[in-house]
C-alpha cells in the first residue's frame, strides 16, 4: 500500500516563497506529482517528477529524494490567486495512484 | 480546459437508486482514471483503464463498476446508491507517456 504525509494547513504571506513537504510510503515507487486544487473545481497539474532532483517550472519547482521518500513543492513570488490546496500524489509499479489528502494554502496580504 | 468532458455535471438522486457517470478523455489518450472526492476528504482512486482493458483498481466499491468502451470513453456505474456516496466524481486521462494526469470538470452527486 501507500502512505502520503503532507501538512494539513499553511499560512503565507504575498510576495514570499513557501515550501509545502510531502513524505511517502511506497512498494514500488513510480513517479510522484503534485497538483493545485481550488475548492469545487478540478485538480490541475503542476509537476512530476520521477527522478531525484529539483524541477522547475516557472514560479513553481519541485523536489524529489526517492531514498528519503520526501518531496516538496515551493512556490515563489506568491499571488493571491495561489490559494487552494495542494495535492501530492504517488504512482507505484501498478499504476495506481494514491493522493494525499492536500495542504490548503491561504496567501495573505 | 483540460479537454477531458463529463457528463452530467450535477446529478440529484435518492438511496437505492443507480446512477452512470459519463467521461470523455482527450484525444490521443488511451489512459481514464476515475476518482471520488468526498467532502473534507481528499481525491480516492477508484479504477483505471488503459485502452478498453482495467490497469489499476483501487478502493472501488463492488456496488460500483466501470468500463472503457472502444471510442475510449468511459462509464462509471452506482447503483444501490447510500447517502455516503455524495461526492465529487472525478475523471481523468492521461498520455501514452503517463507523466500527468488531465482532470475533467468533475459530476457532483447529491444522495438524497
Known amino acids: 500500500g501507500q502512505n502520503i504525509d503532507q501538512p494539513t494547513e499553511m499560512t503565507a504571506t504575498e510576495g514570499a516563497i513557501v515550501q509545502i513537504n510531502c513524505t511517502y510510503q511506497?512498494?514500488?515507487?513510480?513517479?510522484l506529482f503534485w497538483y493545485q486544487q481550488h475548492a469545487g473545481e478540478a485538480p490541475t497539474f503542476l509537476s512530476y517528477n520521477v527522478l531525484d532532483g529539483l524541477e522547475e517550472k516557472g514560479r513553481f519547482s519541485s523536489f524529489l529524494s526517492r531514498s528519503k521518500g520526501y518531496s516538496y513543492l515551493l512556490l515563489k513570488e506568491l499571488q493571491m490567486k495561489d490559494s487552494a490546496s495542494y495535492l501530492c500524489a504517488v504512482r507505484d509499479q501498478s499504476q495506481k495512484v494514491t493522493f494525499g489528502t492536500g495542504t490548503k494554502l491561504q496567501v495573505i496580504p | 480546459d483540460s479537454g477531458v468532458t463529463q457528463t452530467p455535471k450535477h446529478l440529484i438522486t435518492a438511496t437505492g437508486q443507480r446512477v452512470t457517470l459519463r467521461c470523455s478523455p482527450r484525444s490521443g489518450d488511451l489512459s481514464v482514471y476515475w476518482y471520488q472526492q468526498s467532502l473534507d476528504q481528499g481525491l480516492q482512486f477508484l479504477i483505471q483503464y488503459y485502452n478498453g482493458e482495467e490497469r489499476a483498481k483501487g478502493n472501488i466499491l463492488e456496488r460500483f463498476s466501470a468500463q472503457q468502451f472502444p471510442d475510449l470513453h468511459s462509464e462509471l456505474n452506482l447503483s444501490s446508491l447510500e447517502l455516503g456516496d455524495s461526492a465529487l466524481y472525478f475523471c481523468?486521462?492521461?498520455?501514452?507517456?503517463?507523466?500527468?494526469?488531465?482532470f475533467g470538470p468533475g459530476t457532483r452527486l447529491t444522495v438524497l
Open positions: 511506497t512498494s514500488g515507487f513510480n513517479g
Open positions: 481523468a486521462s492521461s498520455p501514452p507517456r503517463p507523466d500527468t494526469q488531465y
